[in-house]
Nanobody, 125 residues
Framework: LQLVESGGGLVQPGGSLRLSCAATGFTLDYYVIGWFRQAPGKERESVSCISSSGGFWNYADSVKGRFTISRDNAKKTVYLQMDSLKPEDTAVYYC???????????????????WGQGIQVTVSS
């Protein structure tokens, strides 16, 4: 069971990036997926999550209105569209999965069992 993030990089303030989280070795359909990030010198924080069906999602206040989470279970991939990026969005971004039985999704880090290796997002001019 493996999660692999892609799509990170360097972008100017106000720009956009789309992160992908691809699952290998398991069927994504039954898993809740969360996105988290960790900036240098700071603790890891929640960003967004999406239920297994894709019908429920949640966002941290810091990214509401700017980030959009979605999933394509047929492609075994979850996306995080990040618009209007700010320098404070600079961090290593991680996706994570849990088979928790819920119609919603938790933004709690400890709810997630499987983690990707992380990908760097840098917002700078």
């Amino acid at each position: 069971l493996q999660l692999v993030e892609s799509g990170g990089g360097l972008v100017q303030p106000g720009g956009s990036l789309r992160l992908s989280c691809a699952a290998t070795g398991f069927t994504l359909d039954y898993y809740v997926i969360g996105w988290f990030r960790q900036a240098p010198g700071k603790e890891r924080e929640s960003v967004s999550c999406i239920s297994s069906s894709g019908g429920f999602w949640n966002y941290a206040d810091s990214v509401k209105g700017r980030f959009t989470i979605s999933r394509d279970n047929a492609k075994k991939t979850v996306y995080l569209q990040m618009d209007s990026l700010k320098p404070e969005d600079t961090a290593v971004y991680y996706c994570a999965a849990t088979a928790i039985a819920t119609l919603t999704c938790p933004l709690r880090e400890y709810s997630y069992d499987y983690w990707g290796q992380g990908i760097q997002v840098t917002v700078s001019s």
